[in-house]
Structures are given as C-alpha cells and as structure tokens.
Nanobody
C-alpha cells in the first residue's frame, strides 16, 4: 500500500505561481511513474505532467513551458511548479503513482484545489 498526500493548492491571481507537493508514504520513485492529474467541474480528469522512474518527463500541451514536474527522492516527494497560471488551470489536482512492477498497483492522493482568478 502507498499513501499519497497532496498540499500546496490555493487561490491565486492569473499570472501567479503555486507549487504543489505530493508526499509518498514510502520511497517508490524508483519503481513508479508519477503523475499529476487535474479535473475541473464537468470535465474529465486529464494528465497534466508525468515523470518516469528514469526521470523522463512529459506534459499536456496546455501547460508546456509553464509547469515543471520534479521529485525529491530523499524526501519521497513529488512536486509540480506552476507558473504563469491562467483561469483555465482552475481544477482539483491529484497525485498519482503507477507502480511499474508486477502487481504494483495504481494509487491516488485526495486532491488539492487550485483556483486561479482573472
């Protein structure tokens, strides 16, 4: 079992920045693809950014150049630095761990709300 706890959400004006954190209950980064997803009201959950166990990253087109996913292995913490925020970034953001080992499982945090005002 893995527990993921997000923090760092809040209310920010357009153009501002936030950093989300996701603390894992144990060190799983070497065996997981980690991702940040978001879900706005009335919309499907979408993958925002991901980082593989090898450190490769990918982003949805709408956040490229503005968001950065990173991790601190020593702290078992995943981050999402969000800059130049836009009202359309408003959503609940969720941390995900997909353990890429046999029988590894897929785990989610409880989510953190990000609201960007115009």
């Amino acid at each position: 079992q893995v527990q993921l706890v997000e923090s760092g959400g809040g209310l920010v004006q357009a153009g501002g920045s936030l950093r989300l954190s996701c603390a894992a209950s144990r060190n799983i980064f070497s065996i997981s693809t980690m991702g940040w997803y978001r879900q706005a009201p009335g919309k499907q959950r979408e993958l925002v950014a991901a980082i593989t166990r090898g450190g490769s990253t990918n982003y949805v087109d709408s956040v490229k150049g503005r968001f950065t996913i990173s991790r601190d292995n020593a702290k078992s913490t995943l981050y999402l630095q969000m800059n130049s925020l836009k009202p359309e970034d408003t959503a609940s953001y969720y941390c995900n761990a997909n353990l890429v080992i046999p029988g590894g499982g897929d785990y989610w945090g409880q989510g953190t709300q990000v609201t960007v005002s115009s």
